[in-house]
């Protein structure tokens, strides 16, 4: 079935990198996306890949995919107090009528200790 | 220009009332999504609309749930004879499209309304 898996909790210090990782089940996924949480808010869109791409960058933001895994990672530069947050993976795929949905991971909870 | 807007920010309703949420959605969004965050938890998906129809209502969780759009922008999400078990953030996104492998896909989510039943 179409699962999307997050470890939830990650905790690192202010300064360094900060890794979050997802898996999926769905292979027939097209975009897969990073969404961050902030207490009390919506959903903040990060950025995407397209599912025939292997890297993006974006700033502190680096987002790697492994198809043959099915492994997506959000790597954040210079981790800051500020990026303390909820952060999302979710796939999109095919629904019903030709359309899509997404699947949204449960979360990782990250934590930047000053 | 305006993102995707939700009323109410929050709302304490009594068991058994009914309650309605709204959702406006980014102009000229043609797709839009609501979703239930129960706290702690992910996302889970509860219905989607391509213009005003729903072609996906496979996530309503029960009968007193529903959810209607009219001319193709404001959605109402509306719950019937609360139950405590409904208490949840509903949030609600919308994207320029629905066709598969665009960019018309990318959700845009609105604020959330937190639904607290006692």
């Known amino acids: 079935g179409e699962d999307v898996e997050q470890s939830l909790f990650l905790s690192v210090r202010e300064g360094d990198s900060s890794v979050i990782n997802c898996t999926y089940t769905?292979?027939?996924?097209?975009?897969l996306y990073w969404y961050k949480q902030e207490p009390g808010a919506g959903l903040q869109l990060l950025t995407y890949i397209f599912s025939n791409m292997d890297m993006k960058q974006d700033q502190r933001l680096t987002v790697l995919l492994n198809k043959k895994d099915k492994h997506l990672s959000l790597r954040i530069a210079d981790t800051q107090t500020g990026d303390s947050a909820i952060y999302f993976c979710?796939?999109?795929?095919?629904?019903?009528?030709?359309?899509?949905?997404?699947?949204f991971g449960t979360g990782t909870r990250l934590k930047v200790l000053a | 220009g305006a993102g995707v807007s939700q009323s109410p920010s929050n709302k304490v309703t009594e068991k058994g009332k009914d309650v309605e949420l709204r959702c406006d959605p980014i102009s000229g969004h043609t797709a839009l999504y609501w979703y239930r965050q129960s706290l702690g938890q992910g996302l889970e998906f509860l219905i989607y609309?391509?213009?005003?129809?729903?072609?996906?209502k496979s996530g309503l969780p029960s009968d007193r749930f529903s959810a209607e759009r009219t001319g193709g922008s404001v959605s109402t999400l509306t719950i019937q004879r609360t139950q405590q078990e409904d208490s949840a953030v509903y949030l609600c996104?919308?994207?320029?499209?629905?066709?598969?492998?665009?960019?018309?896909?990318?959700?845009?989510f609105g604020p959330g309304t937190r639904l607290l039943v006692l």
């Open positions: 979710a796939e999109s795929i095919g629904g019903t009528s030709g359309t899509y949905k997404y699947i």
């Open positions: 769905d292979s027939s996924s097209t975009y």
């Open positions: 609309f391509q213009g005003n129809s729903a072609p996906d």
């Open positions: 996104a919308s994207s320029p499209g629905t066709s598969k492998g665009s960019k018309q896909e990318t959700q845009y």
